[in-house]
């Protein structure tokens, strides 16, 4: 008898440890890191696929065939967050050469915009652009109401 009341104390003991040193995490802190990965590894396979591709061809994808040309030979067209989607261009001039971008777009949650802001340490500021459409070459201010919509703009070196 002794031993079963032993064993009922100690579980709630136990119980009680456990219960004070749970930490809470926030509710949408799995869809934003589930995003961030998601667009880190997109623009990450995008560039690398671009490069290579502008190294065996000596020229850069157009917008009307870039898919058919880079997947799946030099990369596969990797996952968007729900509600989002890649898209390539070519933009801004520099010098006589036209830069290109690869936009990811679309309606995004707050959560899925923090991780936007977030890939932004993994890039150049040079080239990565969170703003309200793409071909941006400055960051716009955060939407206020949810869900918005948003594009990430990331420039590719010219070759």
Known sequence: MINLLLTLMAIGLLSAALAISVQYIPAQQDITQNALALIRTGLTGLQTGYNNYTAATGSAPTSSNWTSVLTPQYVFLPAAPSGLSWSYASGAAYGSVTGNYFCLSGTWNKAEYQA????????????????SSC???SNASAP???PASAAITFWVAVN
């Open 135 to 137: 071909g941006a070459t």
């Open 116 to 131: 936007a802001v977030d890939a932004a340490h993994w890039f150049s500021s040079q080239a990565y652009f969170l703003n």
């Open 144 to 146: 206020t109401s949810w």
